[in-house]
């Protein structure tokens, strides 16, 4: 299937995954400070932003994600790249680390570390998002003009929503609003745990202080299920971290994806 991307910048490869109902351009904010050391790669993920849903009969389960990825990969003459997700993104990321697809994986905030009723309060929170997103678009301009309205809106999402300029706010309400890919992922993701170890791939994982949406507890876990990853607290980032603190941000991708691409020959001094 056709995936949508964004690709710029020169160096060693570097896919970023965006989080559920979200889209490439929230990367917007950090793709200048990546792309100057790296071949970097957004993409909207099936049913999401502008790449189409997934085909009839096709379920959004870990499996089909990555299917999808390795397709992708292949198509774009990438070889284990290195890969960077937020949220249901970073879910799909470790995933792709487990099973030996990419050099690295940095993750942000990353879903699958959560119990039931955490995955029932973060379920609400979305859906309540998506559905205050429904107004007339320019009512949905009008409301996030106002610091208040702003705050109530994106503030379970956005550590920092006033830092964000009012077409980025807006437009990520509407992929949300029409991401067609939103009902059947958060139906699968009921399910959906990482049970993974990562065990062959360097994995930084970092989180919000302000992540309101995926808490604490889940850092905790995610720390737990993985002992050997990197783990790094974004300090005053909400769960889409990436306009709360760009160069914060993008710090934390460019260590984390500093390692050599597996199966890369290592160079050697010049005699």
Not at 51 to 65: N, V
Not at 104 to 114: C, D, H, Q
Not at 197 to 209: K, M, Q, R
Not at 235 to 250: F, I, L, Y
């Amino acid at each position: 299937m056709d995936i949508v991307f964004d690709r710029r910048g020169e160096g060693p490869p570097l896919v970023l995954l965006h989080g559920i109902g979200h889209r490439r351009q929230g990367w917007s904010p950090v793709l200048d400070l990546l792309a100057a050391e790296r071949d970097v790669i957004a993409v909207d993920l099936p049913g999401f932003g502008e790449s189409p849903p997934l085909p009839d009969g096709t379920p959004y389960t870990l499996d089909s994600a990555i299917d999808v990825l390795a397709a992708a990969f292949a198509d774009l003459g990438l070889d284990r790249p290195h890969i960077a997700g937020n949220s249901l993104g970073g879910l799909f990321a470790l995933e792709a680390a487990d099973r030996g697809l990419v050099s690295s994986a940095t993750v942000l905030s990353p879903a699958g570390f959560f119990n039931a009723a955490e995955l029932r309060y973060a379920s609400s929170v979305l859906r309540a998002s998506r559905l205050g997103a429904r107004v007339p678009d320019a009512v949905l301009t009008r409301l996030a003009r106002s610091p208040r309205r702003r705050a109530a809106m994106f503030g379970m999402i956005y550590g920092r929503p006033d830092l964000m300029d009012l077409e980025a706010l807006t437009g990520d309400a509407r992929a949300m609003r029409d991401a067609a890919g939103f009902e059947p992922t958060l139906r699968a993701g009921r399910a959906t745990r990482f049970a993974g170890s990562c065990a062959d791939v360097p994995v930084t994982i970092a989180w919000g202080t302000k992540d309101r949406l995926l808490l604490r507890s889940q850092a905790v876990r995610a720390q737990r299920r993985l002992p050997h990853a990197r783990f790094v607290w974004l300090e005053g980032c909400g769960h889409v971290p990436m306009a709360d603190d760009p160069p914060q941000v993008a710090r934390v991708l460019l260590d984390g994806s500093a390692h050599p691409l597996l199966g890369a020959r290592p160079e050697t001094a010049a005699s």
